[in-house]
C-alpha cells in the first residue's frame, strides 16, 4: 500500500510542477551494488523497489522458505557485497533494495511495517540449502552493525539473519470479495499466505529439524518488566513502534514504544533515539500546563517506553472531522466559537513552550488535544508528541512532520512552528489539502470562501493571527520542489467561465505532455506500480486522453501523438502476452485502456486485449473500478457497438457470477474498507450494472437483483442526519459520512437518479427520504482535495445533474467556486492541479487535471465522465433512460 512517505521519490525533479522520477543525477540516491557475477549465468531486473538476481539454472518452487538479511543504513552496501558473494557463489537467487533512498524510505516512521527490514531476500531451492546457509549468512552478518528487526519473520539465533515460509511468486485469489496473496497446501488447495505483523507459518508447515534443534531466543525474564506496564489495547503501530494505553503505577497512561534501527527520519534518528529525547524534552517542559506530563521511561529488551498522562478528549483532526459543519446549510455558531477558543489557546501555548527555549516542530492537528466542557462552555487544548521538538534556533530540516503543515523554507525550528500556527488556522475553518505554493492571490480566493460560511469577522481574526506569526516567519511561499513560476490561474472557476475554464485545464495538460515519457503524462506515483499502469484510466494515459478526447483536443490528430499511439499499441501487445498477471480492470487495468484504444480507431487490436480480459474475470472482485462491474461494463458498450453475441454472453455470465457471490454471503462476509458501500469501488457499481443490463435486453431477473443488493446497501449504511439521509462509512473504526462520487453519497445518488429515469415508481416509493436528500442538494462547504473521485470536482459534476434532474440545486456554484481553493497555474493562462498530498501536481484522470477537465466537460455538455465509450445506448449517469434493445433474453 502506498503512503505519504512513498511520494519522496517522485518530488525531487525541480524542473517540472509533477510527480516524475528525477532528472537530476545530484538528487539521485546511492545505487547498491552486489559481487561481481558473470552476466551470461545470471539474470539482473531492476525496478523501482527491487534489483532481481535471479540464477539461470534456478528452478524455483512456487513457495518455500525464504531468507530476508536485515541491515544498517551505515553499512548496507557492504554487507550486501559479502551476502552476494555467498549467494553468487553458491548460485542461490536474490533480490535487494536496490538504492539507499528506497532502503531509507522503507525504514521510516510510516513506510510499512510488514515490509521493513528486507534490505535483501533470498530464495533457496529447497528445505537443506535452506538450512545450510542460515550458518555462513550469520558469519557475514555478525561483521556488522545490528539491523532492523524484522516482524513478521524469525531470527535466526538473534542475527541479522531472518526467514519465514511463504510465496515466492505472486500468486492471488479473492476472499469475500478482497484480494489476497495465497499459498498451496500439500492437498492442492489454496490458503492465504499471511502478511501480518508477526512471525505466522502455515498449520501444513513445520519448521526444518535442524532449525528447532539449533536456533536460540532471548531470555524470557528479559520481557519481565513489560508487566509493569498492564498494556491494555494499542492506539496506533508505525515502524518506530506501538502505542498504547496502560495502566503504570496506578495512573491512567499512554505508552510510547521506541524501537531501534527503525522508523527512521531525516536526520537518520530511529524510533529509539527520539523516544529518549522526547523523555527528556517533556521533563524540561513539565510544568507547562499545555504539554502533556511525563510519568515515567522504561527500557525493556532492545526497546525503550515513555509513559505519559492519558488525556482525556480527542485530536484536534478527530474534531474538525466530527463537528466542521460541512453541509451548506448548517449552523456553524458552536464551531466557530469554539475553533476561536483553540486557536487562541494554541497562539498561547506556542508562546509559553518557546519562552522555555523549545520548538514544537512536528506541529499538526493529530498532536493536538481537545476536550470540550459543554456545561461550561471551554475548551481544553493540549499538546502531545515532542519526538520532534527541540532548541528554538535549530537548523530546520523537515522530518517527522505531516505536509500539510510544514514549509520546507523554514530556516530554524521557531520559524518552523509560527508557520505552522497559521496554517493550523487556516485549516480549522478551511480544511483542505495545501498547494505546493501559496501567494497573497491564493489566499485571497480561499478568504472569500471562508468569508461566504463564517463570516468577515474569521478572516479579520485569522489576518490578526497571521500578521502575528508573520513577525517570526514568511507566510508566503514558493514551491519548495519546483523552480519555475507558480501562481493562481488568471480566470477563476465559476458558472460563468467554465469555456474559458475547460480551455485552461487542456493547456495545463497539452503543454506538459512529454513524448519521451513511457506514459505520455506525469500522473500519480501509482503509474509506476508496473509496466501496465503507466497506460491505464486512473493514474496513467488513458484517463488523460480521454478527457482530451472527449474535449475534441486537436493535440490527438498530430502526427507526433499518432506515432506515439502506434508505439505503444504495440508496447501494450507485448506486455500482456508475456505476463498474464496483468491487471483487467475499467479503471486500473486493460478493460479500460482496450476501451480508449477503440474510442480511438484501434477497434481489432482493443477487441483482441478484452479477449484477453475476459480470459481471466473469475478471479476478480465485484467492483466497477478493478473487478467484475468494470469488465461487465466494457463488455456491454462492445455489444452495443459490434452487435457480437460474445460481449454480451460474457456480461451476463459476470452478471450471474456478481449475483451468485451476492447470495453466498460476500457481502455480509466482508471486512470493512472504504468505499464498500460506493459506486465506483463497491456494490453500488453491480448496482447499476445489473440495472442497466436488465433494462437494456428487458430482463425483470436482473432488475430485480439490482435492487436486491440496493436494499442491502440502504439497510447497511443510510443513516439519519440533521441535513437527511447520509452515507455513512466505518473503515477507520468510527462512523463518518462520505459525501464522494467513489465512496459516498453522491455516487450512490447518482444510482438511485438513473434508475429513477427507467423506473420513477420504484425509487420515489421505495427510498422516499434519500430521494428527498438528493432534491435538497444541501452539499458540502469544501472537501480535502479537489479531485473527481473523491474531490470537490466529482460533487460539482454530482451536483450538476442534481439540477438536470430537478431543475435546482443548492450547492453547485459552491462547489464551483470551492475549486478555487486548489487551482495553480504555471503561465496564468493555464491551468494546474495539485495531486496526491499537494506537493507537486498531477495530470491524470483520478487525483489529477483530467479528472477535473471531465468533470467540467459534463457540467458544461453532458460528456460522459466514465471511461465507456461515448454516446452509448447505456445512458450511464447522463441525465437520460436507457435505451431498450429488440434482443432475446
Known sequence: MINGTDYVKYIKNKSIPFYSHSNNKKDDSITFHSASYNKSNWNSIITDDWHYMMHNSNDLPDQ?????????????????????????????????????????????????RIEAGKFITIYPKNDTEFCELLDPLKRITDQFKEGPYILNDRPWKQSNVYYRYGGFRAMTAIKDGRTIYVIRTPDGDFIEDKRVPYFSKPDFVNEPIYIQENNTYPNPETFAKLDSLNIKEALHFSNAGGVYVGKYKGHDVVIKEGRPFIGIDQKQCDGFTRIKAEYKTLMKLKYVAGVVDPIGYEKIWKHNYLIEEKIPGETLGEYMAVNFPFPNNSDVTLYKHNALQIIHKLVNLVKEIHQKGFAIVDFQPENIMIDTDKRHGTINVRLIDFESAGPLNNRYNPNLVTQDYTSFQSKTFKDADWYTLNRIARSIFLPVESTMFYSPELEKRQNKNIKFKFGKDVVDYLTKVQNLCAKHTTIYRQPAFYDG???????????????????????????????????????????????????????????????????????????????????????????????????????????????????????????????RCNSTHNALNISMYSGLTGLGLVNLVLYLSTNKNNYMRVAKQIADTIISRYHSGEFDNQEEYE???????????????????????????????????????????????????????????MVRILPYLDTGFAGLSLVLMDINLDAPNIIRKKY?????????????????????????????????????????????????????????STNRKNMLVPGQFGVKCSMDYETGAAGVLIALLNIENQINWLPLLANNPLNIFNSKPTTQLKVMK
Not at 502526427?559 to 506486455?575: C, G, P, T, Y
Not at 443488493?709 to 437527511?724: F, P, R, S, W, Y
Not at 439540477?803 to 435546482?808: A, S, T, V
Request: aromatic fraction near 10%; charged fraction near 20%; proline fraction near 1%.
Open 675 to 733: 468505499g464498500r458501500l460506493g459506486l465506483i469501488k463497491g456494490w453500488a457499481g453491480p448496482v447499476i450494472f445489473l440495472w442497466k443490463l436488465g433494462t437494456l435486453i428487458n430482463d425483470l431477473h436482473y432488475r430485480s437483483e439490482a435492487i436486491i443488493i440496493l436494499d442491502k446497501i440502504v439497510a447497511t449504511g443510510i443513516i439519519n442526519t440533521e441535513q437527511g439521509s447520509a452515507l455513512s462509512d466505518k473503515s477507520k473504526g
Open 64 to 112: 518455500g522458505w525464504k531468507i530476508h538479511i536485515s541491515a544498517n543504513l551505515e553499512d548496507a552496501q557492504e554487507v550486501l557485497i559479502k551476502v552476494s558473494e555467498l549467494l553468487i557463489t553458491t548460485k542461490v537467487s536474490f533480490k535487494f533494495i536496490p538504492d539507499f533512498l528506497t532502503l531509507e524510505l522503507s525504514y521510516s516512521k510510516n513506510a510499512d
Open 768 to 824: 422516499s427520504n434519500i430521494w428527498e436528500t438528493i432534491q435538497k442538494d444541501v452539499g458540502s462547504f469544501c472537501t480535502y482535495q479537489c479531485c473527481l473521485f473523491s474531490g470537490t470536482a466529482g460533487l460539482a459534476m454530482y451536483s450538476n445533474t442534481v439540477k438536470l434532474n430537478f431543475n435546482k440545486t443548492n450547492s453547485f456554484d459552491i462547489y464551483l467556486q470551492a475549486l478555487n481553493n486548489f487551482m495553480l
Open 485 to 611: 513560476y507558480v501562481e493562481t490561474p488568471q480566470e477563476s472557476i465559476n458558472s460563468n467561465n467554465l469555456a474559458q475554464n475547460i480551455a485552461a485545464l487542456e493547456k495545463g495538460i497539452t503543454q506538459n505532455i512529454n513524448y519521451d515519457l513511457k506514459g505520455l503524462i506525469y500522473g500519480d506515483i501509482k503509474q509506476y506500480n508496473d509496466s501496465l499502469s503507466w497506460y491505464a484510466i486512473n493514474y496513467g494515459t488513458m484517463g488523460t486522453i480521454m478527457a482530451l478526447q472527449r474535449n475534441n483536443s486537436n493535440i490527438l490528430r498530430t502526427s507526433a501523438f499518432r506515432n506515439w499511439l502506434n508505439k505503444v499499441e504495440e508496447r501494450i501487445d507485448s506486455i500482456t502476452k508475456q505476463d498474464s498477471s496483468f491487471n483487467v480492470g475499467l479503471f486500473d487495468g486493460l478493460g479500460g485502456i482496450a476501451l480508449i484504444l477503440y474510442e480511438l480507431g484501434h477497434k481489432d487490436m482493443a477487441e483482441e486485449l478484452i479477449h
